[in-house]
């Protein structure tokens, strides 16, 4: 079993698309869900971060099955939680 990573992002977002290049020359793959686009995704963001929409919010189900929620997190971290 493999590691799953959502993005949860918008259109405008400087940091969102620099993790979102950072993850591509890595070669991790995820999936961006766009919380402008999908309200049951911006409550989950908004539950992650204290009533706010703040992006990028990342979710890693590791393969061992350990979930992290993270708010701007760093290719390091990401990768991290992917390997916990």
Known sequence: MSGTVTMY???WCGYCRRLKSQLDRE?????????E????????????NGGN??????????PSGKTSTMT?????????????
Do not use: R
């Open 37 to 48: 686009q999908d309200p049951a995704s911006a409550k989950f963001v908004e539950e992650a």
């Open 9 to 11: 992002s918008t259109t």
């Open 72 to 84: 701007n997190p760093s290719l390091a971290q990401v990768s991290q939680a992917l390997n916990a």
């Open 53 to 62: 929409q703040t992006v990028p919010t990342v979710l890693v189900v590791a």
């Open 27 to 35: 070669g991790i793959a995820y999936t961006e869900i766009n919380i």
